[in-house]
């Protein structure tokens, strides 16, 4: 079977690679994740990283601090999430390379939208770190804008709980849980898929976004496929 996307973005949390310890990098669980990416790049998908910095800064724990230099920490944090993510890959043997959108070129490239999507093209999974380089924006933004940039298909955004709800599962039993959704119904309902910047974005670019809980097995290879999992946020 072949899969039903040839370029895709996942999108990671940063607390998805802290695991159980809530903090930090946790290497069982990053090393989870990075099998399940190997095996959809195995398939010649190519993928692209956007990665979040929440296991080690938020903007919100700068609180008192100047909102800027907060989301500069956070830029920073990315980074160190995008080398381990490249460490790991690298010695399962995947070619990656790490694009910053502040440059620090001792120990990564910086964003080069065409060098970006050459890698894409030799076979080269790509890791965007540093956000947009810019304070004020989220993840979820680079995620949206690099989509845009390097024609992803889609937005695969891997988080801890399965679906969008229209209230929190955890505290609310009785959650609607949606299979698919429009731009405008996430923006209206104010739903925690994206922040409504990025939301924005992918529905100005057509974009589509797929939420999906990454603890189950295999969920990023099944997106991939295009099984009927999560919720899916596009045109309707």
Known sequence: MEPKYKRVIIKLSGEALAGNAG???DTPTIETICRQIKE???LGVEIAIVVGGGNFWRGRSGEGMDKSTADYMGMLATCINALGLQDVLEEMGVPVRVQTAIEMKQIAEPYIRRKAIRHLEKRRIVIFAAGTGNPFFTTDTTAALRAAEIDAEIILLAKS?????DSDPLINPNAKRYTELSYIDVLNKGLKVMDSTATSLCMDN???IL????NEPENI???VMGEKIG???QEV
């Open 23 to 25: 903090h930090g990098i």
């Open 40 to 42: 959809v790049f195995e």
């Open 161 to 165: 709980i399965d679906a969008v709800y």
């Open 206 to 208: 057509h974009i589509p």
């Open 211 to 214: 939420v999906f809980g990454l």
């Open 221 to 223: 290879l099944r997106a």
């Open 231 to 233: 919720t899916i946020v």
